[in-house]
């Protein structure tokens, strides 16, 4: 625990300093978005559609405009109208007149929530009461809420004009089937003729919700000078900010994104939800507007992962090797396109090296909320299908499931499916160490008892990231960044700037700040962060180091070639005993040249994928069809995890994710497409009594793109639980489960119970 | 709109009065009205505990208050558990064991977890979990805060208030 | 969240002259966890809300070995929960009382809410009927007093009338060689609603062998928390075995007549209700045998 520890010859890079923004965190000082509140705040509040597919006749806002305490009411009408435009947005690509008709249906609505009107008021209280009193007119129409449905001819469409887009070519017809692709490496016919086992089976997997505990919140402030300022909470301030520069007509130099603390995000705080309504709202009242979600909102429009219906096939030699893989992933997009179904694409067979894979992917519109990225976004379902075959296959040959996987794991050059060759990877590294693990290695005895072994690959994301470090004239550095802190990305940044600088992490005062204040940065998702803002972070800290080189040479009446820094030190080549502290400099600056000030953009290219192997034990009850988890050990590839404890607070909080999906969350609609649960109470998220303790093994297999060797750490571990689990509850009863969630009611459905 | 109510009450110790609407719940009144932004809302209707604050020694969810029903009882806020000495023990546990990840709803367990302490200093694990059931938290996976909780109780955080 | 008035009585007669004057716009609070919930969901419309915490009768809780249990309508959980007494006495009532929300719902709920509420899958109400109960009503034509399985009409809907309000629950002293279970089963650990809940008692003989009498409820398996009386009828006079234990499950399985919905099927519910009678009785039975009432 202490920071002293030192590993690897790093100083600081290893250890487990305390975070930089902890104590505000634990005193409740610590500020996120709704905690907002500027002087003349009034306050916004969204009307939705109780209809999960409809046509909107007209919209009556009489009765709400004249009700005591209501400012303004507006419509899509309000909205500058946009054309088809395809944009990079946080994790995906998304099409901005559809990211409009989300903020607020112009013509039709897609799905139960889907906003239609806001309204702002003196209080919330008064925004809800005149939210009731909006009259929308709708022509109700059939709703599809099944991806198989969804993709049948005659199928209620969503959008009149979406056509098929299939590997290069576009259909003429309208469809929900928003686009196909197919990837395929060999013969995947010739794989499976040579295959002596072959196994294949449908799944099915429920739309889940990323369930952060914080709601989506904008706080917008129109300037008199035409620029808009917004204080919210999102994982990409930058993102919010090219999209609403879409969406409202905007230059980007207009518009300044506060990214406050933000209360978890998972993927789903990229999106573009109430923030435009709240800017459009201040506009048109002339105070700034705050507009929080209740949970119901939450859960009814926004986030989602994607539902999926998946098949696969997969055929390995007697001997235990994998010869053939093919799937076909069918994956909700929500109403608009823009599943997670690529990724899961290129996830499904990626921890193993087979020769002859064939994949089909399908993106489908369906009337529920657009679907958003969750932690890995893709890969969880697919791999849910792929690790679950590998557990029959290997009951098929007698063979133990990791050295299975062993047998098979992906190593450095092997091609994925989708084309590109892995890099230097850790797959291999931790099946071995799942494998030696105490918990493989122990006995589970006792009746309808489990053990499920799953593994998990993700991609990791890059993208660019800017940094600046201020030397401050008391030794210390403050880091200014742009990536917002979801779980102690200040902190891994801190420290890699302090490794290089040879400062404390203390020593750095790390703070995220506005779009205005630094260089572009892309948003905190994609496992992202520590990687590429932490090399920004260490670039500037570079920075800094060539210009104290100079100061020191300066100050040692030498030229900067003989000044080396060493151990913390500015050190003269020619005489080593003369020596400078960098607090020494620090002091100086003013004498020497003025402010310094390291700085740095960077773009990197060396993303370092993650592999992770999860075991878990379980025991069900076979009269209740309820799932114990006995025990649960997460492996996992780091790279070079910077600071440990948020490396495995990142496991853990992953399996856990993984454990919801996989036992007992998901979206319930009734027939008409209304989702019936769309509160914590029947959302049921795991709570600390459901749960064990759940031990990590952090793997160190260094990324050859990083200085440190980081990989990013946040994604994979959500893939492997629900196949782990789904392996061990088969081993627990006999029966497999191919349905998400394995609630006690599924479970007690297979055994014939109920 | 009903008329508003005068409402005298205790906040974090210090006397404190506060006009409100009937159906403004207490987690409003002390977001909105008295700036006490400690306590959070997940849900707002008592299934995340990111809202909790002790009412008269009894933990509860701000959320199911209304603020009126305060009227000469006694609240204490997250911002009520640090002592001007210094951090309650399980915030400092909370620190070392990075026991919180995006920390939204790190006021809601500190304020829980105070209130089991101080009630029983010495739980099991289970006790932990079971007391602590009624605060989700999305980001952690649970490990730490039960960590950080159970070492809290051994380094004898008792009686604390 | 619509706009309401909110007044706090100090008595039982000042309550009730609210409640007279305001009928279907008033409604009573006491811990206020369901109730503030539903007018904040637009579930439920009030336009005035009884603060009855101030109620002195409303906020009784004693218990005596010869009067039995008095729990006033707007004693929180955490209260019976604590009381030594009552652990002693009515474990079986402990049993739903501790389950009713978590720890910070604990602090607020009071049984005589979860009662009011009227929920089909109200946690206290099998216990209650198993162990006997009855609500003391106050109300413009005076008191009466309800058992329990008799004062839920439907969700929601009891057999309060104008002016009238639960003051408290009545519970009789435990019989010798009595004891009871509730239980239910949720898809987690906390925090959930019932799929199906049971609650159990049993009074057994001097030695502990035969069944003198038995009283099972169910949760969640009709419009109304249910009284199975024939599964308790079959008990009476019985041979503790298994196969009695198991012919009540049965019975209870057969009585049960649930709805497929979110939180469960029709099909799970009746095969839980055998699974969780089976589970109360066989507990009820251990505790009545252990001399633990």
């Known amino acids: 625990m202490s920071a002293e520890t030192r590993t690897g010859g790093y100083q600081v890079v290893g250890t487990r300093p305390i975070r930089h923004d902890a104590l505000d965190k634990v005193t409740g000082r610590a500020l996120y978005g709704a905690d907002v509140h500027l002087p003349g705040t009034v306050y916004g509040k969204v009307a939705r559609s109780p209809h999960a597919h409809a046509i909107i006749r007209s919209i009556d806002t009489r009765e709400a405009e004249a009700m005591p305490g209501v400012l303004a009411v507006i419509t899509a009408k309000d909205l500058p109208s946009l054309t088809d435009k395809l944009a990079q947005l946080g994790e995906s690509v998304v099409n901005l007149r559809d990211l409009s008709a989300n903020v607020l249906a112009p013509k039709k609505v897609l799905y139960h929530g889907h906003p239609v009107a806001a309204v702002c008021a003196v209080s919330t209280h008064v925004a809800e009461e005149a939210v009731k009193r909006i009259q929308v007119d709708y022509e109700v129409l059939p709703a599809v809420l099944d991806v198989l449905e969804a993709m049948k001819e005659g199928s209620p469409l969503l959008h009149q004009d979406l056509k098929t887009h299939s590997m290069g070519k576009t259909a003429e017809k309208p469809s929900n089937v928003a686009s196909h692709f197919q990837w395929k490496l060999g013969d995947v016919e010739k794989g499976f003729a040579k295959a002596e086992v072959v196994v294949e089976r449908s799944f099915r997997t429920a739309t889940v919700h990323q369930g952060y505990i914080e709601p989506h919140n904008t706080t917008a402030r129109w300037n008199p000078d035409g620029s808009v300022t917004i204080w919210c909470s999102t994982q990409g301030p930058f993102a919010i900010r090219s999209q609403l520069s879409e969406v409202l007509k905007l230059p980007v130099s207009k518009i300044k994104v506060i990214p406050m603390e933000i209360g978890g995000g998972f993927g789903a705080k990229f999106p573009l939800y109430v923030h435009p309504l709240a800017a459009v709202l201040a506009k048109k009242v002339g105070r700034p507007v705050k507009m929080t979600l209740s949970r119901v909102e939450e859960l009814l429009a926004t986030g989602p992962a994607p539902g999926s219906y998946l098949w696969a096939k997969m055929g390995a030699t007697r001997d235990g090797r994998l010869v053939a893989a093919q799937a076909k992933l069918v994956y909700e997009a929500g109403a608009y396109p823009g599943s997670a179904v690529g990724a899961g694409g290129l996830c499904i067979f990626s921890p193993y090296h087979i020769e002859n894979t064939l994949i089909d992917g399908y993106d489908v519109v369906v009337n529920k909320a657009r679907s958003s990225a969750y932690r890995a976004p893709g890969a969880t379902n697919a791999a849910f299908a792929s690790e679950t075959l590998i557990d029959e296959i290997c009951e098929k040959l007698k063979m133990d499931p990791i050295e299975f996987r062993l047998k098979n794991a992906a190593k450095e050059g092997d091609p994925r499916a989708d084309g590109p060759k892995h890099p230097k990877i850790g797959c291999r590294e931790t099946m071995e160490a ?23 690959f993700w991609i990791n994301g890059g993208g660019q990231s800017s940094a600046v470090a201020n030397v401050m004239s008391d030794g210390t550095v403050s880091l200014i960044e ?13 420290m890699q700037i302090a490794e290089v600088l040879g400062l404390r992490a203390e020593e750095v005062n790390p703070m995220v700040v506005d779009t205005d204040t630094i260089g572009y940065t892309d948003g905190t998702g994609g496992s992202r962060t520590t990687f590429a803002t932490g090399l920004a972070a260490i670039e500037a800290g570079r920075d800094i180091l060539c210009q104290m080189k100079e100061r020191a040479a300066k100050l040692f009446e030498l030229p900067v070639e003989d000044v080396e ?20 400099i620090a002091e100086q600056m003013g004498q020497t040249g003025g ?27 076979p009269d209740t069809g309820k799932v114990t988890i006995l025990r649960y050990t997460a492996v996992q590839d780091a790279g070079k995890a910077i600071h440990p404890s948020y490396v495995e607070g990142q496991m853990q909080g992953g399996v856990v994710q993984g454990i919801g ?7 319930i609609y009734d027939e008409q497409g209304r989702m019936l649960n769309s509160s914590f109470l029947d959302y049921r998220m795991p709570t600390a009594l459901d749960l064990p303790m759940i031990d990590t093994v ?4 260094p990324n050859p793109g990083h200085p440190y060797g980081v990989r990013g750490v946040g994604e994979v571990p959500i893939v492997p639980p629900p196949a782990a689990l789904a392996n061990a509850i088969y081993h627990a009863i006999g029966v497999r489960i191919p349905d998400l969630p394995m609630s006690p009611r599924r479970i007690l459905e297979a055994l014939g119970k109920a | 709109m009903s008329k508003k109510i005068h409402v005298h009450t205790r906040i974090n110790g210090e006397e404190v009065e506060f006009l409100c609407e009937p159906r403004q719940s207490l987690l409003e009144v002390l977001r909105d009205e008295l700036g006490l932004t400690g ?36 609240v204490t806020t997250v911002e009520g558990v640090a002592s001007s000495k210094g951090l309650h023990p399980i915030q400092q546990k909370f620190l070392e064991h990075a026991a919180l990840q995006c920390g939204v709803c790190t006021p809601g367990f500190i304020v829980a977890a105070k209130a089991l302490l101080d009630r029983n200093p010495k739980p099991t694990e289970h006790q932990v979990r079971h007391w602590l059931a009624g605060n989700l938290c999305r980001c952690t996976g649970y490990d730490k805060i039960v960590r950080a909780v159970l070492d809290a109780s051994a380094c004898g955080s008792p009686g604390q208030k | 969240m619509s706009p309401f008035d909110y007044a706090a009585p100090r008595s039982i007669a000042e309550a009730a002259a609210l409640l007279q004057q305001a009928g279907d716009d008033g409604r009573v609070l006491a811990g206020g966890t369901d109730l503030i919930v539903q007018v904040r969901e637009n579930r439920r419309r009030v336009k005035l809300f009884i603060d009855v915490k101030n109620i002195p009768e409303l906020n009784e809780l004693s218990c005596s070995a010869r009067k039995g249990l008095v729990i006033g309508a707007a004693v929180p959980c955490y209260r019976i929960t604590s009381d030594s007494k009552v652990a002693q006495a009515y474990p079986g009532l402990l049993d739903a009382a501790g389950i009713i929300g978590g720890v910070q719902i604990q602090g607020r709920a009071s049984i005589g809410g979860n009662l009011c509420n ?76 019932a799929v199906v809940g049971a609650g159990a008692s049993v009074v057994l003989d001097k030695a502990g062998k035969t069944i003198v009498s038995a009283r099972i409820a169910l949760g969640a398996v009709a419009p109304t928390p249910l009284y199975v009386a024939e599964a308790g009828a079959a008990l009476a006079g019985r041979e503790v075995s298994e196969a009695a234990v198991l012919q009540a499950a049965e019975s209870a399985r057969a009585a049960a007549r649930p709805i497929t919905d979110m939180r469960g099927s029709a099909a799970q519910r009746k095969h839980l209700s055998a699974v969780l009678v089976r589970r109360a009785l066989e507990k009820a039975i251990e505790r009545a045998r252990n001399g633990r009432a």
């Not at chain 1, 494998?435 to 593994?455: C, D, E, I, Q, T």
């Not at chain 1, 990536?483 to 200040?490: L, Q």
């Not at chain 1, 952090?698 to 297999?701: A, F, G, N, S």
């Not at chain 3, 839920?152 to 002293?173: D, F, I, Q, S, Y």
């Open chain 1, 434 to 456: 799942a494998r030696n693990h105490p918990h493989y290695r122990s006995a589970l005895g006792g009746k309808f008892r489990g053990r499920g072994v799953a593994s998990g």
């Open chain 1, 482 to 494: 742009g990536s917002p802190d979801i779980g102690g990305t200040r902190t891994t940044a801190a």
């Open chain 1, 565 to 584: 820094h060493a151990d913390g030190e500015f050190r003269n080549r020619k005489d080593p005993k003369k020596t400078l502290t960098f607090k020494a």
């Open chain 1, 595 to 621: 402010p310094i000030v390291g700085r740095a953009t960077v773009q990197p290219g060396g993303v370092g994928p993650a592999f992770a192997t999860h075991v878990v034990d379980v025991e069900v009850d």
């Open chain 1, 661 to 667: 999906w996989a036992l007992n969350e998901e979206f």
């Open chain 1, 698 to 701: 952090i793997v160190e297999v």
């Open chain 2, 39 to 74: 306590a959070k809302e997940g849900c707002n209707n008592g299934n995340c505990g990111a809202c909790n604050v002790v009412l008269d020694d009894r933990l509860v969810n701000s959320c199911l208050v209304l603020a009126v029903e305060v009227e000469g009882h006694e």
């Open chain 3, 118 to 193: 009227a929920s089909p899958a109200a946690d206290s109400i099998p216990a209650l009927i198993a162990l006997e109960a009855a609500c003391v009503i106050a109300g413009p034509q005076g008191s009466r007093e309800v058992p329990v399985e008799q004062f839920c009409t439907g969700p929601g809907k009891t057999v309060l009338g104008r002016g009238e309000m639960v003051v408290a629950l009545r519970l009789p002293p435990p019989k010798k060689g009595s004891g009871a279970h509730y239980l239910r089963f949720i898809p987690r650990n906390e925090m959930d609603i």
